[in-house]
């Protein structure tokens, strides 16, 4: 199974909506993962075993690779997020 | 500050906010919060201390939103304000330190459980998706309209 981190500044808000909204179009491409909420701050230690990191705040990792979630709130750009996202995980 | 709306049950405010930095914004409107009793006073310091490490400036089609909330060990009860700046003032954009953007509304999120308050969440988001919608917020003239994408809100 496939992990997915969604972080953001504070575990409560935009992480909680752009999880939703992956789950929704992990669900719709037909990909099994495991998305899992925190704050970035807990990232570090939950990422061994992790595919994909997807944040709301600044944050880079040397192996995992990381996409930036400002476009599931802004709606700008979000296909082609997704389309990586699917990619990153098939 | 002018007062449009308020429905203290549902849990919203709608006010327009004449400020000239974002920290002067975010604590007149944290004020507002703590006085209709949505968030403790210690809610003030920390949404703006919380702005500075993690921006909430979101540059959307429309027009520029900035959403700030904190921890909910500063919050009563749920609740969103939305602040109609009579000018807009600069954030930085959330997830990008570099990056900045003009904000002319600001939705402050008073959140208890994020897991009770996902249909607000996402709803909020598709209202600052909506060009049509936050343009009718911006203007702040048709108050029929702003009150039901509120009480839609907080449904």
Not at chain 1, 8 to 34: F, H, M, P, R, Y
Not at chain 2, 52 to 70: D, N, R
Not at chain 2, 144 to 154: N, P, R, S, V
Request: aromatic fraction near 4%.
């Amino acid at each position: 199974m496939k992990k997915v981190i969604v972080a953001c500044g504070t575990g409560i808000a935009t992480s909680t909506v752009v999880c939703v909204k992956i789950k929704e179009a992990l669900q719709k491409a037909n990909v099994q993962a495991d998305v899992i909420q925190c704050k970035v701050a807990e990232i570090d230690s939950k990422i061994s075993g992790a595919d994909l990191v997807v944040t709301t705040t600044s944050y880079t990792h040397d192996t995992v690779p990381v996409i930036r979630a400002l476009s599931f709130l802004t709606g700008i750009g979000v296909e082609a997020d997704i389309q990586k996202i699917i990619e990153i995980l098939s | 500050m002018q007062i449009l709306k308020e429905n203290l049950d549902k849990g919203y405010l709608v006010a327009k906010v004449d400020t000239t930095d974002k920290f002067e914004t975010l604590k007149a409107m944290g004020n507002l919060m703590a006085e209709k009793g949505f968030v403790k006073e210690s809610y003030i310091e920390a949404v703006q201390e919380r702005e500075k490490v993690f921006p909430t400036g979101l540059p959307m089609e429309a027009l520029g939103v900035a959403i700030p909330h904190t921890d909910s060990i500063h919050v009563n009860k749920k609740a969103v304000m939305c602040g109609i700046l009579e000018r807009p003032v600069e954030f930085v954009v959330m997830g990008d330190d570099e990056a900045r953007v003009q904000v002319e509304v600001v939705f402050m999120l008073a959140i208890v459980k994020p897991d009770d308050q996902i249909a607000m969440l996402a709803q909020l988001v598709e209202t600052c998706q909506n060009v049509s919608v936050l343009q009718t917020i911006k203007t702040a003239e048709d108050m029929d309209a702003i009150t039901e994408i509120m009480d839609g809100l907080m449904a």
